[in-house]
């Protein structure tokens, strides 16, 4: 029987602990390959704790391959080699040293801000100083000034297909704010479940603001359905239109699966964060889950922080209407955090059609650094052992890396001719077995030509096995 000291008073939910001990004891080797696990109930009883925390533990460790279930017989260990284990980037062995020279840094939150309109910008800022000066003093609607809200539904209607009215919009001051408020909205003891791998941070503030929050495992469609419902998971928190960072388009079928399991109870709700959807090089923009659900299970994301600039802390979601009166009751005491001068002056350069033009141009750019960066890979030496996906969306590629070296040597080679990169497994909330150890994720859309042409060569140099 597994014995292992849980701590209730720990940060950690009881849950995490077990799977940690039994994850540990396998790696191990302490539980064998093959060994049958304890029945739920038995070891529930065996560590007086409740079934729920033995069936989330080893939903946990089925979902990440430790161990595996037979129908009628139970869990068991499953077999898998030593070489298989996941090794983190922040377990790399081979460290990068803090003063090594960065020239290139292919980071994946960067945008080009010297193309920002900043004489359309200040010339409306005037007019707002000039024409509402006194609305300025005001306080505004805790959901955000209403001709802001009304710019958002147009932009909606005519970009993502989404009919929706402006009292389904609030607006926050980034999606991170907004997603606090999401949770209080739906309730802290709710089954939480985000991407596995994800944006980090996604992870980190459900993880802050509620104890039940699982890590929902990718396959080639998305987020997997089977995943969700082993975790009894109620709402779920996703990147539809464009994974990050895996870049995956979630297919029709999978999001109309999605939607059946969100509809079949009153109680489960998505949350689609559509981050960068203005961003997509081929083909028509994907349709929003949003426009897709008829039962107003979806609660949708969107903001202006990659589209404009990192510092204009400005976002919004689009909340079902039977989830409104609720907002205002319970959180309608808020301020609206982003300031009145700032709402104003964006729903002028939204009215006046400079939002749609700003898009466009930037389109243009991103697409071409995107196809400098990937025509410099194939040119070079690195297309005999450079995969590129994830191109047809976004501000980053993944590239996968066949010469033979695993993520740490792949980083630190780099760093030795002055490039950073990233490693997938940094974008990884809980580990997984079987991860890929030789895929980088490049974000392109904060360096110029120049730079981008001078990285690809010095990864070249990095990566290219003498």
């Not at 840094?105 to 100083?129: C, G, H, M, Q, Y």
Request: proline share 4%.
């Amino acid at each position: 029987m597994i014995t292992c000291n849980l701590n209730v008073n720990s940060k950690n939910p009881l849950y995490i602990q077990l799977y940690s001990f039994i994850k540990q004891e396998i790696e191990s080797e302490n539980i064998g390959c093959g060994e049958k696990l304890p029945s739920k109930r038995a070891l529930a009883a065996h560590l007086k704790i409740s079934v729920i925390t033995v069936e989330n533990a080893y939903a946990q460790l089925l979902a990440e391959g430790y161990i595996t279930s037979k129908p009628g017989s139970g869990f068991y260990v499953e077999n898998f080699a030593e070489t298989d284990k996941v090794s983190f980037a922040s377990e790399i062995s081979e460290s990068i040293p803090e003063t090594m020279p960065i020239h290139y840094d292919f980071r994946t939150n960067r945008i080009d801000t010297s193309d920002f309109p900043f004489s359309t910008w200040a010339k409306l800022s005037r007019e707002v100083l000039s024409e509402q000066s006194v609305d300025l003093l005001n306080a505004c609607h805790h959901q955000g000034i209403l001709v802001l809200r009304n710019e958002i539904a147009s932009y909606l209607k005519e970009f993502r297909g989404m009919t929706v009215d402006s009292e389904q919009i609030v607006i926050g001051a980034g999606s991170e704010y907004l997603t606090g408020l999401i949770i209080q909205l739906l309730g802290r003891d709710n089954a939480y479940g985000v991407e596995n791998p994800g944006y980090s941070k996604i992870y980190k503030i459900f993880s802050a603001n509620t104890s039940r929050v699982f890590p929902i495992p990718m396959d080639e469609k998305g987020a997997s359905t089977e995943a969700i419902s082993g975790f009894g998971v109620n709402v779920l928190h996703v990147t539809p239109s464009h994974h990050f960072p895996l870049g995956i388009v979630m297919p029709v079928s999978r999001r109309q699966e999605l939607l059946r399991w969100a509809n079949s109870r009153a109680d489960r709700y998505i949350i689609e964060d559509d981050y960068d959807s203005e961003f997509r090089y081929a083909g028509r923009p994907i349709p929003t889950l949003q426009s897709m659900d008829k039962n107003g299970s979806v609660i949708y994301m969107g903001t202006f922080t990659k589209s404009l600039a990192p510092s204009m802390r400005i976002s919004y979601m689009v909340l079902p209407k039977q989830l409104c009166g609720r907002f205002t009751t319970r959180l309608g005491f808020y301020s609206c955090t982003v300031p009145v001068f700032e709402q104003l002056t964006l729903a002028k350069f939204m009215e006046n059609g400079h939002f749609e033009r700003h898009i466009s141009r930037m389109k243009k750019i991103y697409r071409q650094r995107r196809d400098i960066l990937c025509i410099k890979i194939s040119e070079s030496k690195l297309e005999n052992f450079v995969k590129i996906s994830g191109c047809d969306a976004g501000m980053h590629l993944l590239l996968t890396v066949e010469n033979g070296m695993k993520q740490n040597e792949l980083l630190a080679s780099a760093a030795r001719e002055g490039v950073k990169v990233y490693g997938l497994s940094e974008y990884y909330s809980f580990p997984v077995t079987n991860m890929p150890e030789n895929i980088i994720v490049a974000g392109f859309s904060g360096l110029n030509t120049d730079q981008l042409v001078k990285g690809a060569e010095a990864l070249e140099r990095a990566w290219c096995l003498k």
